[in-house]
């Protein structure tokens, strides 16, 4: 093996180039960048702003504590009900549960956005149930944790039920037979086998949820956003970029350190090992039965029925011949987000395949990849506005930064293909005269063709939600259909909320059509791609939002 | 005559292969014997190309081809998962090799049908290769290495993933088969009474360095 690393040394350091390159210049540069802005306070002329301003301020202590805090109610939560709803689906055998765990992927690729108008056509106003009801959560913190709990109980069910096939019947057999309870078997047995993977999924929850933008910009209000809804309130409309870079810096810092504890439990859970799971059995009596329902509500009410209220909404308001939906802008904005999604797919594409070729190889080069989905996309295009100043209206930067946060997706998704590829296979091809890119192209390829596609439909749905980069490095006429959401959001009138609302349809069909191409049934090679591989897979990809 | 000289090769701190020096002439199955772990494979591997060895040459008709990569040596090396690519039919695979050597695609198929039906096969052709019995990938296995005429035969534990009866039953239908091709053939086994009933001779690996297999009975 040793031998082999050393003949490919220099073709994976050309095969590495350009992802390092990306990297470095549109992530690690302008974190850097940033890092230092709010180290050296370089913005503070007055003099009047220190590193520990965000402690010593009122309002500004409120933003971070308030950040942590929805992150770590939405831990709470998300645990509190994706255990039971884990457990649920990992041991019992109904008709539709397979469409369930496929269905467990479709919040992963909705656009932030989508997801925020959602939760507003369900409870903001005049919102379905909030009108039916006779209630008002404006400028509470429930529309903001229902939002987060949208994305990330899907992400807890799908880890613990992964999980839970780790468990090893055996085991629980043993623990029966010895006296314990199915209660006790549970938390003596099952609980430690499961409980690093449910932490490291929570990990990620509380990442998304404390670096999260799209959600707390619109579902936050004035009391509830976030941090990072504040640093683009000092950048884009308070000029503060002093104050904004010692946000940041807090924020990479807090982020970082999370992410970290993430790195060290994934690491610790290492590569799943083959076990003989416990056997799911057909629900019997009406307990069981109440369990299997009840979580199929469950996850209805929380994963799908901001969904379903956003196609009423815009349903409705094309019934009633609201005018001006699909106007001149509107369509602009489809065109941008089609064409930028496109060249988005297209570098994340060739950035994800070097990236994976070359992670075979390097374990360092590997975690590299997760770098773009632990650091905030406002972050990211706070520190490129810092460090490329002259450029943040043009195209090729915009692009480029859709493609860096784009692309890990395809880099994870065909690492793991090609960790489930036999060496054999290459070995063979290679002896019966193909040239290493004929290899590549003959027999790599095709094989990984599932996992590809995995990661480009993620990489796609990525590319068409974006929205943080979009607003911070974009000029109007570039607006994206997420941008144009927001535009018309702020936008007074019922009319606005309507075209908002069709607009979010519009993009959500696109997602959808993404969501389509990860999880549509095909028939996959033996070799590649398997189950779990893709499970795996898809328990660490989310968009960021 | 394929012709490995004075090989050494480390894997860690261990001492894989000390001054390994074999000759295969052509026309001749050697059996290359050994426990595992021995380093009978990485052998394979370094006349395959697949790997280099940390001193040491590989040579063929008294050319040296050590720099060759493996898909320049005209070298079939056969696995003992059989390696069949799974997105392939049984056909397509056979044809593989000869798509390699620039042959049209029809004209390759057409030969790998020929070849299908020496080997009994062609029924399967279009078949999905995880479809078929053991015995069946591996024939299919052996039809793909020797469709492209290679001037080397390399087998590494053929039979190993089969059940008893069809090892003994196939062992003997390959010898035929490679006799009949002619080529030089370097057979990896830990299996003494396959090497005897394949092999012209056999010699082991022991503590890194090549000795004559004295139970081996070939010749």
Same mark, same amino acid.
């Given at each position: 093996?040793?031998?082999?690393?050393?003949?490919?040394?220099?073709?994976?350091?050309?095969?590495?180039?350009?992802?390092?390159?990306?990297?470095?210049?549109?992530?690690?540069?302008?974190?850097?960048?940033?890092?230092?802005?709010?180290?050296?306070?370089?913005?503070?002329?007055?003099?009047?702003?220190?590193?520990?301003?965000?402690?010593?301020?009122?309002?500004?202590?409120?933003?971070?504590?308030?950040?942590?805090?929805?992150?770590?109610?939405?831990?709470?939560?998300?645990?509190?009900?994706?255990?039971?709803?884990?457990?649920?689906?990992?041991?019992?055998?109904?008709?539709?549960?397979?469409?369930?765990?496929?269905?467990?992927?479709?919040?992963?690729?909705?656009?932030?956005?989508?997801?925020?108008?959602?939760?507003?056509?369900?409870?903001?106003?005049?919102?379905?149930?909030?009108?039916?009801?006779?209630?008002?959560?404006?400028?509470?913190?429930?529309?903001?944790?229902?939002?987060?709990?949208?994305?990330?109980?899907?992400?807890?069910?799908?880890?613990?039920?992964?999980?839970?096939?780790?468990?090893?019947?055996?085991?629980?057999?043993?623990?029966?037979?010895?006296?314990?309870?199915?209660?006790?078997?549970?938390?003596?047995?099952?609980?430690?086998?499961?409980?690093?993977?449910?932490?490291?999924?929570?990990?990620?929850?509380?990442?998304?949820?404390?670096?999260?933008?799209?959600?707390?910009?619109?579902?936050?209000?004035?009391?509830?956003?976030?941090?990072?809804?504040?640093?683009?309130?000092?950048?884009?409309?308070?000029?503060?970029?002093?104050?904004?870079?010692?946000?940041?810096?807090?924020?990479?810092?807090?982020?970082?350190?999370?992410?970290?504890?993430?790195?060290?439990?994934?690491?610790?859970?290492?590569?799943?090992?083959?076990?003989?799971?416990?056997?799911?059995?057909?629900?019997?009596?009406?307990?069981?039965?109440?369990?299997?329902?009840?979580?199929?509500?469950?996850?209805?009410?929380?994963?799908?029925?901001?969904?379903?209220?956003?196609?009423?909404?815009?349903?409705?308001?094309?019934?009633?011949?609201?005018?001006?939906?699909?106007?001149?802008?509107?369509?602009?904005?489809?065109?941008?987000?089609?064409?930028?999604?496109?060249?988005?797919?297209?570098?994340?594409?060739?950035?994800?395949?070097?990236?994976?070729?070359?992670?075979?190889?390097?374990?360092?080069?590997?975690?590299?990849?997760?770098?773009?989905?632990?650091?905030?996309?406002?972050?990211?295009?706070?520190?490129?506005?810092?460090?490329?100043?002259?450029?943040?209206?043009?195209?090729?930067?915009?692009?480029?930064?859709?493609?860096?946060?784009?692309?890990?997706?395809?880099?994870?998704?065909?690492?793991?293909?090609?960790?489930?590829?036999?060496?054999?296979?290459?070995?063979?091809?290679?002896?019966?005269?193909?040239?290493?890119?004929?290899?590549?192209?003959?027999?790599?390829?095709?094989?990984?063709?599932?996992?590809?596609?995995?990661?480009?439909?993620?990489?796609?749905?990525?590319?068409?939600?974006?929205?943080?980069?979009?607003?911070?490095?974009?000029?109007?006429?570039?607006?994206?259909?997420?941008?144009?959401?927001?535009?018309?959001?702020?936008?007074?009138?019922?009319?606005?909320?309507?075209?908002?609302?069709?607009?979010?349809?519009?993009?959500?069909?696109?997602?959808?059509?993404?969501?389509?191409?990860?999880?549509?049934?095909?028939?996959?090679?033996?070799?590649?791609?398997?189950?779990?591989?893709?499970?795996?897979?898809?328990?660490?990809?989310?968009?960021?939002? | 005559m394929l012709e490995l000289r004075h090989i050494?090769?480390?894997?860690?701190?261990?001492?894989?292969?000390?001054?390994?020096s074999l000759q295969v002439q052509a026309g001749e199955i050697v059996?290359l014997?050994?426990?595992?772990?021995?380093?009978?494979?990485?052998?394979?591997?370094?006349a395959?190309?697949?790997?280099?060895?940390?001193?040491?040459s590989v040579w063929f008709d008294d050319v040296d081809i050590s @720099?060759v990569?493996?898909?320049?040596r005209g070298f079939? $090396?056969?696995?003992?998962?059989? *390696? #069949?690519?799974?997105? %392939?039919? &049984?056909?397509?695979?056979?044809?593989?090799?000869?798509?390699?050597?620039?042959?049209?695609?029809?004209?390759?198929?057409?030969?790998?049908?020929?070849?299908?039906?020496?080997?009994?096969?062609?029924?399967?052709?279009?078949?999905?290769?995880?479809?078929?019995?053991?015995?069946?990938?591996?024939?299919?296995?052996?039809?793909? @290495?020797?469709?492209?005429?290679p001037r080397a035969l390399l $087998?590494?534990?053929?039979?190993? *993933? #089969?059940?008893?009866? %069809?090892? &003994?039953?196939?062992?003997?239908?390959?010898?035929?088969?490679i006799?009949?091709a002619g080529m030089a053939t370097l057979?990896?086994?830990?299996?003494?009474?396959?090497?005897?009933?394949?092999a012209d001779r056999?010699v082991?690996?022991?503590?890194?360095?090549?000795?004559?297999?004295?139970?081996?009975?070939?010749?």
């Amino acid at each position: 093996m040793a031998a082999v690393t050393r003949l490919n040394l220099p073709r994976s350091f050309w095969l590495a180039l350009l992802p390092a390159i990306a990297l470095l210049l549109l992530l690690l540069a302008p974190l850097a960048r940033l890092g230092f802005a709010g180290f050296s306070g370089e913005f503070n002329a007055l003099g009047d702003l220190s590193l520990w301003q965000p402690w010593q301020d009122d309002y500004l202590r409120w933003r971070v504590l308030w950040s942590v805090a929805q992150a770590a109610i939405t831990c709470v939560l998300a645990l509190a009900l994706g255990l039971p709803l884990a457990w649920v689906l990992a041991r019992f055998e109904f008709a539709g549960r397979r469409l369930v765990l496929r269905l467990l992927m479709l919040p992963f690729v909705v656009p932030t956005l989508v997801a925020a108008l959602g939760v507003l056509a369900l409870w903001g106003p005049r919102g379905l149930i909030s009108s039916t009801l006779g209630i008002n959560l404006q400028d509470t913190p429930w529309l903001l944790l229902y939002g987060n709990l949208f994305f990330n109980l899907c992400l807890v069910v799908r880890a613990g039920v992964d999980a839970l096939g780790q468990v090893n019947a055996r085991q629980v057999a043993a623990a029966r037979t010895l006296g314990a309870t199915p209660w006790r078997s549970f938390w003596r047995i099952e609980w430690p086998t499961i409980a690093p993977w449910l932490m490291s999924s929570l990990c990620l929850v509380f990442l998304y949820c404390f670096a999260g933008f799209g959600l707390a910009l619109v579902l936050g209000g004035q009391r509830y956003a976030t941090v990072e809804v504040e640093i683009y309130s000092l950048v884009a409309y308070e000029l503060q970029l002093g104050q904004a870079s010692v946000l940041a810096l807090w924020m990479l810092l807090l982020t970082g350190a999370v992410a970290l504890g993430y790195a060290a439990l994934e690491k610790r859970l290492g590569a799943p090992v083959r076990t003989e799971p416990v056997a799911r059995v057909h629900p019997r009596d009406a307990r069981q039965w109440l369990a299997v329902a009840g979580a199929l509500a469950v996850l209805f009410v929380v994963c799908a029925l901001p969904i379903f209220a956003i196609v009423i909404k815009a349903v409705y308001a094309l019934w009633t011949g609201a005018s001006g939906l699909f106007d001149a802008e509107a369509l602009a904005a489809l065109w941008n987000t089609l064409r930028f999604s496109a060249v988005a797919l297209v570098l994340a594409t060739l950035l994800g395949v070097l990236h994976a070729l070359v992670a075979q190889a390097s374990v360092v080069w590997r975690a590299l990849a997760f770098l773009p989905f632990v650091v905030s996309p406002v972050t990211v295009a706070f520190g490129l506005l810092l460090l490329y100043p002259s450029w943040t209206a043009s195209l090729p930067l915009l692009l480029a930064a859709y493609a860096v946060l784009a692309y890990p997706f395809v880099a994870k998704a065909l690492s793991a293909g090609l960790d489930g590829l036999p060496a054999h296979l290459t070995q063979a091809a290679r002896t019966l005269g193909a040239s290493p890119w004929r290899c590549f192209w003959r027999v790599t390829l095709p094989l990984l063709a599932p996992a590809l596609r995995r990661g480009m439909a993620f990489a796609a749905a990525t590319a068409l939600g974006e929205f943080a980069i979009t607003l911070f490095l974009s000029r109007p006429e570039w607006a994206t259909l997420t941008t144009l959401i927001y535009q018309r959001l702020g936008r007074p009138g019922q009319a606005n909320l309507d075209a908002a609302m069709v607009l979010a349809c519009v993009l959500m069909t696109l997602a959808l059509l993404a969501f389509l191409l990860i999880e549509w049934p095909v028939r996959e090679h033996a070799t590649a791609d398997s189950d779990g591989h893709g499970s795996r897979v898809g328990s660490g990809m989310t968009i960021s939002h | 005559m394929l012709e490995l000289r004075h090989i050494h090769h480390r894997y860690g701190d261990q001492l894989l292969l000390q001054d390994v020096s074999l000759q295969v002439q052509a026309g001749e199955i050697v059996a290359l014997l050994g426990s595992s772990g021995s380093g009978k494979s990485t052998l394979l591997a370094i006349a395959a190309g697949l790997q280099r060895p940390d001193a040491g040459s590989v040579w063929f008709d008294d050319v040296d081809i050590s @720099a060759v990569p493996p898909e320049r040596r005209g070298f079939a $090396l056969m696995f003992q998962d059989f *390696a #069949l690519f799974p997105h %392939l039919n &049984v056909q397509d695979n056979v044809a593989f090799g000869l798509i390699e050597q620039r042959l049209p695609k029809k004209e390759a198929r057409t030969q790998a049908l020929q070849m299908l039906e020496v080997f009994g096969l062609s029924p399967l052709a279009q078949r999905k290769v995880w479809n078929l019995s053991g015995g069946e990938q591996q024939r299919v296995a052996l039809a793909r @290495a020797l469709i492209t005429r290679p001037r080397a035969l390399l $087998l590494d534990e053929p039979f190993s *993933a #089969l059940d008893a009866d %069809l090892r &003994v039953a196939l062992r003997d239908e390959f010898r035929n088969r490679i006799r009949a091709a002619g080529m030089a053939t370097l057979l990896v086994t830990h299996d003494a009474a396959e090497a005897d009933a394949m092999a012209d001779r056999a010699v082991r690996l022991m503590a890194g360095q090549l000795v004559p297999d004295c139970n081996g009975a070939a010749g």
